[in-house]
């Protein structure tokens, strides 16, 4: 029993690194390329189950640039997202966080708000800043260019306000980069030995 519950806990784990066509009916969120996706969420009024953060960008213009955001790190999380929201902060935002690089492709299906989405890759590198139209649900989604690990969905508008363009880095909170590498871990020790984990 042991072993079955380590290979469910580690299905739906991997299933945040990839997708299959059967996610795709329950995930609405954030998925890589071939694999669908949107923007969701809960109220803002409640910070999440993970609290706020801050991401802190350093922007072109040499300004800091200070985000607090929801951390949305695992499956049901990121395929939740900011939907079904009617509003976000000014400085307000959700930092999706996958166990590793790879191509990211999001859509805004029942997403309400205008966003702003960063594609940051793992060395903090901001690689694309696209804008997404409130219930966009047709293909192609909003894709990355390049493989990242992290999305940073924000009101449309916030980067080009603040100055904010593709080659900024960006400093993540602990928790997201502790959670990006906890997933990676856990993948290569049941890819290596199933039985071990």
């Known amino acids: 029993m042991k072993n079955l519950t380590i290979v469910v806990v580690l299905a739906l ?6 997708g299959t066509k059967a996610d795709q009916a329950t995930r609405s969120q954030t998925t890589p390329q071939d694999s669908g996706t949107t923007t969701a969420g809960t109220d803002e009024t409640t910070s999440g189950p993970s609290g706020l953060r801050t991401v802190v ?6 300004q800091k640039i200070e ?6 790190d695992n499956p049901f999380e990121r395929a939740r997202g900011l939907m079904y929201r009617t509003a976000l ?11 590793g690089e790879q191509k990211l492709s999001f859509w805004m299906k029942n997403t309400l708000i205008p966003l702003s989405i960063a594609y940051i890759d793992s060395e903090g590198r901001i690689v694309d800043i696209l804008d ?8 192609p989604h909003y894709v990355s260019s390049e493989p990242v690990q992290y999305a940073l969905e924000v009101n449309q508008g ?33 890819r290596g030995d199933p039985e071990r984990v």
């Open 57 to 62: 960008i350093d922007a072109s213009g040499g």
């Open 13 to 18: 784990i991997m299933a945040g690194c990839g």
């Open 158 to 190: 916030f980067f080009e306000k603040r100055g904010v363009k593709v080659g900024d880095r960006v400093e993540l909170p602990e928790q997201a980069a502790v959670g990006s590498r906890l997933g990676r871990q856990i993948i290569v020790q049941y």
């Open 132 to 139: 997404m139209k409130p219930l966009d649900d047709k293909s």
């Open 67 to 72: 985000v607090r955001v929801e951390i949305a």
């Open 89 to 99: 902060g000014e400085d307000r935002g959700m930092l999706f966080v996958y166990p």
